[in-house]
């Protein structure tokens, strides 16, 4: 998962990279042409996301994720060979296309494998996949640019695409032997598959089975009458429009402030060490704190917030640019808040046709949001980009009223459910017991009062 889920991220984003090594001269892009690469991306990415998603419910999640894995990395790899914008537009919306599934995918995969209290870490370990990974490929993709100082005319972007596309094949080919959820996998025992299935029986969110055709409607009319659906969906949005301007634009950012693009490369190293530590840090500590999951969320946004402030303050003077790539850097830990509301999905989202859902509306608002970053980088506000900037900071800062606001929902509904629980006279056993027998029953985290969302507090029957 994390080795996958880096090399999508990596292959999505390396278009910026491209850009710096010539890709825009290349192909002749002019205008908003060079962002449009990337909202296309997301427009595909949208509409096929639902349908993808209930594809993963219906036949076995870890082949047909693996089928679209090596189908990404064929467009990746054809990238290569683009020769206008025509060509590179239809191969961006393809790639959107086969990446769709690829996040939702690996959380119902986390959500099927480990228990409540691992979902946050283990869903952070493969969404720390994008600095790992990309530590490992920017080696490659730095010597391949070497050589355009040292050959002239060489476009060391189509080479960077095909390294990254055949990478990206390999990893299908593998996955389809390994991923998966404990009934798919053919590397369990029929022994080891119940053991797994044992232990995330008390996360009360359903069954892990793939290949089921029973949609029941009365949970999707749930999920829209859910207020915390609504705010997940604003939360991903808004956490998205930082991350789809900095796909295209980071690597520009970057060389506007008077970097070269080998150095540029080199720069990434200490970003991709401090995301990585920061994600491990954050989920041991979510993992073994309790109450604070959320509280993070909102912390992790104050650092970014104050980066994307020094990018638009500062002019891109000799002087400055050494601060500017620093507020840069502190940009990094923005996505904690995006990835961890992921976590919340198969954490409280009970009822398969449920979860499906919310993790449909998710991903769709986080498309959304990406296709906006991308816009809001106007080629006419190059190369500062401040209105673009500008409108990221606002987007966490107003994400972060939006996690208050989601958190004071929960810890209402944890307060009227543990009041209800002391009425009735009911041990932690007997609620332990009965949210059990209802969860197999595939009920929904509404109908099942039994269940206490796992975001912020503990049930307290005292």
Same mark, same amino acid.
Request: proline content about 4%; some cysteine.
């Given at each position: 998962?994390?080795?996958c889920?880096?090399?999508?991220?990596?292959?999505?984003?390396?278009?910026?990279? +491209?850009?710096? $090594?010539?890709?825009?001269?290349?192909? /002749? *892009?002019?205008?908003?042409?060079? !962002? &449009?690469? =990337? #909202?296309?991306?997301?427009?595909?990415?949208?509409?096929?996301?639902?349908?993808?998603?209930?594809?993963?419910?219906?036949?076995?999640?870890?082949?047909?994720?693996?089928?679209?894995?090596?189908?990404?990395?064929?467009?990746?790899?054809?990238v290569?060979?683009?020769?206008?914008?025509?060509?590179?537009?239809?191969?961006?919306?393809? +790639?959107?296309? $086969?990446?769709?599934?690829?996040?939702p /995918? *690996?959380?119902?995969?986390?959500? !099927? &494998?480990? =228990? #409540?209290?691992?979902?946050?870490?283990?869903?952070?370990?493969?969404?720390?996949?994008?600095?790992?990974?990309?530590?490992?490929?920017?080696?490659?993709?730095?010597?391949?640019?070497?050589?355009?100082?040292?050959?002239?005319?060489?476009?060391?972007?189509?080479?960077?695409?095909?390294?990254?596309?055949?990478?990206?094949?390999?990893?299908?080919?593998?996955?389809?032997?390994?991923?998966?959820?404990?009934?798919?996998?053919?590397?369990? !025992?029929?022994?080891?598959?119940?053991?797994?299935?044992?232990?995330?029986?008390?996360?009360?969110?359903?069954?892990?089975?793939?290949?089921?055709?029973?949609?029941?409607?009365?949970?999707?009319?749930?999920?829209?009458?859910?207020?915390?659906?609504?705010?997940?969906?604003?939360?991903?949005?808004?956490?998205?429009?930082?991350?789809?301007?900095?796909?295209?634009?980071?690597?520009?950012?970057?060389?506007?402030?008077?970097?070269?693009?080998?150095?540029?490369?080199?720069?990434?190293?200490?970003?991709?060490?401090?995301?990585?530590?920061?994600?491990?840090?954050?989920?041991?500590?979510?993992?073994?704190?309790?109450?604070i999951?959320?509280?993070?969320?909102?912390?992790?946004?104050i650092?970014?917030?104050?980066?994307?402030?020094?990018?638009?303050?500062?002019?891109?003077?000799?002087q400055?640019?050494?601060?500017?790539?620093?507020?840069?850097?502190?940009?990094?830990?923005?996505?904690?808040?995006?990835?961890?509301?992921?976590?919340?999905?198969?954490?409280?989202?009970?009822?398969?046709t449920?979860?499906?859902?919310?993790?449909?509306?998710?991903?769709?608002?986080?498309?959304?949001?990406?296709?906006?970053?991308?816009?809001?980088?106007?080629?006419?506000?190059?190369?500062?980009?401040?209105?673009?900037t500008?409108?990221?900071?606002?987007?966490?800062?107003?994400?972060m009223?939006f996690?208050?606001?989601?958190?004071?929902?929960?810890?209402?509904?944890?307060?009227?459910?543990?009041?209800?629980?002391?009425?009735?006279?009911?041990s932690?056993?007997?609620?332990?017991?009965?949210?059990?027998?209802?969860?197999?029953?595939?009920?929904?985290?509404?109908?099942?009062?039994y269940?206490?969302?796992?975001?912020?507090?503990?049930?307290?029957?005292?």
């Amino acid at each position: 998962m994390f080795f996958c889920h880096g090399l999508q991220a990596v292959d999505k984003g390396c278009v910026g990279t +491209q850009a710096t $090594f010539g890709l825009r001269e290349d192909t /002749g *892009l002019i205008g908003q042409q060079y !962002s &449009w690469l =990337t #909202t296309i991306f997301y427009v595909t990415y949208l509409c096929f996301e639902v349908p993808s998603i209930v594809l993963l419910q219906r036949y076995s999640m870890g082949k047909l994720m693996s089928l679209y894995i090596v189908c990404w990395g064929l467009v990746v790899l054809c990238v290569g060979f683009a020769q206008n914008f025509t060509h590179l537009i239809t191969l961006r919306a393809l +790639q959107g296309l $086969f990446e769709c599934t690829i996040s939702p /995918g *690996l959380l119902l995969i986390v959500g !099927s &494998w480990y =228990t #409540t209290r691992e979902h946050p870490s283990r869903s952070l370990v493969f969404q720390s996949g994008y600095a790992g990974v990309g530590l490992l490929t920017d080696g490659i993709v730095y010597s391949i640019g070497t050589v355009s100082y040292k050959i002239p005319g060489f476009q060391a972007w189509r080479y960077m695409s095909f390294f990254l596309g055949g990478l990206t094949i390999l990893a299908g080919v593998i996955s389809f032997f390994i991923l998966g959820t404990p009934s798919e996998v053919r590397w369990l !025992s029929a022994d080891e598959k119940k053991i797994a299935n044992a232990r995330i029986l008390t996360n009360n969110t359903g069954h892990d089975r793939t290949a089921v055709k029973d949609w029941k409607w009365e949970q999707v009319r749930e999920c829209f009458q859910d207020p915390t659906v609504w705010i997940a969906g604003a939360n991903a949005f808004l956490g998205s429009v930082p991350n789809g301007g900095l796909t295209a634009f980071s690597g520009i950012l970057v060389t506007s402030f008077g970097f070269t693009n080998l150095q540029m490369l080199v720069l990434n190293i200490p970003k991709y060490i401090f995301t990585l530590i920061y994600f491990i840090i954050v989920g041991v500590v979510v993992t073994k704190k309790k109450d604070i999951r959320m509280w993070v969320m909102i912390l992790s946004n104050i650092l970014p917030m104050a980066g994307f402030l020094v990018l638009v303050i500062l002019p891109n003077e000799p002087q400055h640019k050494w601060v500017k790539w620093t507020g840069h850097f502190i940009i990094a830990p923005f996505i904690t808040a995006t990835f961890l509301a992921w976590s919340l999905v198969p954490s409280n989202v009970a009822g398969r046709t449920k979860r499906t859902v919310v993790s449909s509306v998710t991903f769709v608002m986080y498309c959304v949001g990406n296709m906006a970053g991308s816009q809001i980088f106007q080629a006419k506000d190059a190369p500062r980009y401040i209105s673009g900037t500008t409108g990221c900071a606002v987007c966490l800062g107003i994400q972060m009223l939006f996690i208050c606001l989601w958190r004071i929902i929960l810890v209402r509904r944890n307060q009227r459910r543990d009041k209800l629980m002391r009425d009735l006279g009911l041990s932690e056993e007997d609620v332990a017991k009965t949210a059990l027998e209802m969860g197999e029953q595939d009920r929904t985290d509404r109908q099942n009062p039994y269940v206490s969302p796992e975001f912020t507090m503990r049930p307290n029957f005292n």
